[in-house]
């Protein structure tokens, strides 16, 4: 373990919160309750946090909200607008469990020439987010959406056992079916797919160019035409050097392609500021060419 490699770090954190929301429920038990609550919406020493997705759905149906959900949403959104997704690569337990059902297999590089990130698996987590946004309180009054949530049933599940000695059957039967689908087929497909958590903080991190991301600098890339090491250490299955839009939404900031790069021209780094991206127009690249 190298003291400046990322994952190593993320891995810890992702452990951590993974083990804390075992913990809570049992601090909670012994009373000591400032920290308690759920992915869905959790006190932190008085700090009210929520999940965006939770929040619009109470906002959409009941045309109303709470300060305490206001903030909470917020806070997570101002998150994610800073920082991009990070959630999903450092904080989510479900996002953890699936990177270690995928690790064996990783994803499968696209033909050369070919770009790897296809805009499709956002553009169906947006519609699954809008779908269920518009129709769902015209059927239900519940915020339905939150049974999409993996980190949520993952919460709730150590919740509901620690505190009310009940098994969340839908919820860990969920969790469980998905990991073990992934973990066959080698495909991320719940989070690349699925999942409407993610879509929120996904867009929030659009508009600041300058948040905290991925960089690409085409004149320090030393990789031979043929070694896409940063491609296929992503478990995302995105082209790490590319900027567009949908990119920059799924980009979950975890750092496992400037690893990746970091034994080799230490193209790929991570920080705050605008890109420099040149993958689509070679000629107006700064620096030199190298014919990839
Ligand atoms: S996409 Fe959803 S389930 Fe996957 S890591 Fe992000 S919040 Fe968690
Ligand atoms: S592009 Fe890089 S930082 Fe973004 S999700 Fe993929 S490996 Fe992680």
Not at 34 to 51: C, E, I, K
Not at 124 to 149: D, E, H, K
Request: aromatic residues 8%; glycine residues 10%; proline residues 8%.
């Amino acid at each position: 373990m190298t003291l400046f490699a990322i994952r190593p770090w993320r891995r810890l954190v992702q452990a951590g919160v993974l083990l804390a929301f075992i913990g809570i429920p049992f601090l909670n038990k012994a009373e000591y309750n400032a920290l308690s609550g759920n992915f869905l919406a959790f006190n932190f020493a008085g700090v009210p946090l929520g999940d965006p997705l939770a929040a619009l759905q109470v906002m959409t149906g009941a045309l109303s909200a709470t300060a305490p959900m206001l903030v909470g949403a917020g806070l997570a959104l101002l998150l994610a607008a800073l920082m991009g997704p990070v959630f999903c690569s450092w904080l989510c337990p479900f996002g953890f469990l699936s990177e270690l059902a995928h690790r064996n297999k990783g994803c499968a590089l696209p033909a050369r020439g070919r770009p790897a990130l296809s805009p499709r698996p956002f553009a169906a987590r947006a519609a699954i987010v809008a779908a269920g946004l518009a129709a769902i309180p015209l059927f239900v009054p519940t915020p339905a959406l939150n049974q999409l949530s993996m980190p949520g049933w993952y919460s709730r599940a150590m919740q509901h056992a620690v505190l009310y000695h009940e098994v969340l059957w839908g919820g860990v039967i969920l969790i469980a079916a998905v990991l073990a689908a992934e973990l066959v087929s080698g495909k991320r497909f719940w989070c690349r797919w699925v999942c409407p958590q993610s879509v929120l903080i996904g867009l929030a991190g659009l508009p600041l160019p300058a948040r905290f991301r991925v960089r690409f600098n085409r004149s320090a890339c030393t990789c031979a035409a043929d070694d896409r090491a940063c491609l296929a250490a992503c478990h995302l299955c995105l082209n790490p050097r590319l900027t567009n839009a949908p990119q920059r939404a799924q980009c979950a900031n975890c750092g496992d392609c400037v690893d990746a790069c970091s034994g080799r021209g230490k193209a790929l780094s991570m920080g705050f500021g605008k890109q420099i991206q040149c993958l689509r127009r070679p000629g107006r690249c700064p620096g030199p060419r190298r014919g990839k």
